[in-house]
């Protein structure tokens, strides 16, 4: 399952953006919701990857100590994945969870250069972070559809 994966990411380094971004190192722009979909479109139509829980399962017995267990698969989880098999990141996390770690680090950042922000205005930041995590960009859809236009 891993080893199709693979071929599919192989196939398509040079095609889909998401994979060119995620799988080769010198691939610098920026992915977006859009290139999320058609990545997971071209994966859907493969009988043998049409479930990536079961390729991150995979992963996991493959790579246990480099693998972060995960009962909840997100589209996104998609980007770590790419990463990991291309070699360009040493550890494999949902994507939840490096968006998290990223926003922590950047918010300890921010109060160390004494920065504060208002209840409402960390609400507004939690609420970005993970519109974030769950479609990979903010955009402006992201305050008219997404968990934004419901604040």
Request: glycine letters at 2%.
């Amino acid at each position: 399952m891993v080893d199709n994966f693979q071929e599919f990411l192989e196939e398509h380094k040079d095609e889909l953006e998401l994979v060119k971004a995620y799988y080769s190192k010198s691939y610098k722009n920026r992915v977006s919701y859009k290139d999320l979909k058609e990545f997971t479109t071209h994966i859907e139509a493969k009988p043998l990857l049409k479930n990536p829980e079961l390729i991150w399962k995979a992963l996991e017995s493959l790579y246990p100590e480099q693998v972060t267990p995960t009962d909840q698969f997100s589209t996104t989880d998609f980007i770590p994945m790419i990463s990991f098999l291309g070699h360009n990141q040493s550890i494999l996390q949902p994507y939840k969870y490096i968006i998290n770690e990223k926003y922590s680090e950047r918010l300890g950042e921010m109060k160390a250069e004494g920065k504060e922000f208002t209840p409402e205005q960390s609400e507004w930041l939690e609420l970005m972070k993970d519109e974030i995590a769950n479609s990979v960009e903010l955009s402006n859809d992201s305050f008219e559809y997404g968990m934004l236009a419901q604040k």
